[in-house]
């Protein structure tokens, strides 16, 4: 009929392209662009403290996307990820020292970092569940003792100072600046993750998870799938790894422990297991919440609550105990972590006021 429009009433794909793409509809990408724009204007509020906050949660989503990789798609597990983020700073740093410049020495550090993770991830390989992880975390203990023996490499208990990252004589020294380094290697890290999950070799890393007998009869390798999975998780890792080098200036020993890794864990358990943008979510909420606990210990200082409890000398004490019962109620109340909540919200408005 002339002069009529027709629109079409529901959510049609008609391939499986369209299926698998990372932007349903024109409105998401527009969304997608405009919170990286937005993001690009937070140097300008002058707030370093939260600018902080906000690099912290960058190389440290890159680092849990990795671990994503490994655990959230491939459904295998590792309790040493810590570490293999501990082999991209001190391998960064190695480089700057001997003469690379820093923007060649972070992907240098990443492919570095994924050498290691292949030599432990190819025994890994043939195991599953509790095996698994109690081979990973020894890999957790064997790097964390070869860093504090290999002086050349790390310095030894001294650590390791490196340079601040910088292009053609600039250098990217201040927060204003290296933020703006940091979310240009969040934009591609994340964007390469998301569309490596829709090429033949993502589709059957998640095979491998959802059954790798069925995944194993259909012509799957699953050794070389499994380590291919730690190979890409551990690059991940050491570029997330290199970025907390070049912005701290200063690498130590003792900062990539055990503790370290499970905080990782806790960051894609909450922020969504499978879940590409659930691990920058985790990522977030898991730098922000040490800071809230900060906050309402300071809010209650010299109060009722305060003499009672002794707030104020626990604050330690409270940052990790709230670390762990955050892992706790998420995977009783919401296991499928903030990515599912933020789908849920996406859906409402959708089918608002329709929507039931």
């Known amino acids: 009929m002339a002069g009529i429009s027709l629109t079409p009433c529901g959510d049609f794909r008609e391939s499986y392209r369209a299926d698998t793409t990372i932007f349903p509809t024109r409105l998401s990408r527009a969304f997608a662009i405009a919170a990286v ?50 082999v991209g700073a001190f391998s960064s740093a190695f480089l700057v020292e001997h003469g690379v410049p820093v923007f060649f020495a972070i992907p240098l550090a990443g492919i570095m970092t994924t050498a290691v993770g292949m030599v432990f991830g190819l025994p890994a390989a043939r195991l599953k569940g509790l095996y698994l992880a109690i081979a990973t975390l020894a890999a957790q203990f064997i790097i964390e003792d070869f860093f504090a023996r290999a002086r050349w490499f790390t310095g030894g208990v001294a650590g390791r100072v490196t340079e601040p990252f910088s292009v053609f004589g600039f250098r990217f020294d201040t927060n204003e600046t290296y933020f703006y380094v940091v979310l240009a290697y969040v934009v591609l890290m994340f964007v390469s993750a998301a569309n490596l999950m829709r090429t033949r070799d993502g589709r059957a890393l998640i095979a491998v998870r959802d059954h790798y007998l069925s995944a194993e009869m259909m012509g799957i390798n699953l050794t ?33 422990n055990i503790l370290f890794s499970i905080q990782f864990l806790a960051m894609i358990i909450i922020g969504g297991l499978g879940s590409v943008m659930g691990s920058l979510m985790g990522a977030v909420f898991m730098t922000m919440l040490p800071e809230i606990v900060q906050w309402l210990a300071d809010g209650l200082a010299g109060s009722p ?43 409402y408005w959708k089918l608002y006021p329709f929507s039931h």
């Open 37 to 86: 724009g937005l993001a690009c204007l937070a140097p300008l509020t002058g707030d370093r403290y939260m600018l902080s906050l906000l690099i912290q949660s960058g190389y440290l989503g890159i680092a849990a996307l990795g671990l994503n990789v490994l655990v959230g798609f491939t459904g295998q597990i590792s309790i040493g990820h810590a570490a293999f983020f501990g």
């Open 224 to 256: 070389y799938y499994r380590t291919l999975s730690f190979g890409i998780s551990s690059f991940y890792a050491g570029i997330g790894g290199a970025l907390y080098a070049h912005y701290l200036l200063f690498v130590s020993v003792e900062a990539f």
């Open 305 to 347: 609550i305060d003499r009672a409890l002794g707030l104020g000398s626990a604050v330690s004490y409270l940052r990790e105990m709230t670390i762990g019962a955050a892992i706790v109620l998420f995977l009783i109340f919401e296991p499928d972590g903030l990515a599912r909540r933020w789908r849920l919200i996406k859906a």
